[in-house]
């Protein structure tokens, strides 16, 4: 496991690996981001903003 993740890690570090972010929202919406995606209203990748 030790391995994949810090391969993983190095692929982000070089920029050869992006998650496309669908959706920002703040921390406090965190349940409201989950209920997007249970209901399939929301797709993609859902990012929980902590500032």
């Known amino acids: 496991m030790g391995e ?3 391969e993983a890690l ?5 920029g050869r690996v992006r998650a496309g ?3 920002t929202l703040p921390l406090e919406d965190a349940a ?3 209920r997007f995606l249970e209901t399939g209203t ?3 990748k859902f990012l929980l903003s902590l500032g």
Do not use: E, F, I, P
């Open 32 to 34: 409201k981001a989950h």
């Open 10 to 14: 190095r692929l982000l570090a070089a």
């Open 4 to 6: 994949h993740l810090a």
């Open 42 to 44: 929301g797709r993609g």
């Open 21 to 23: 972010v669908t959706r």
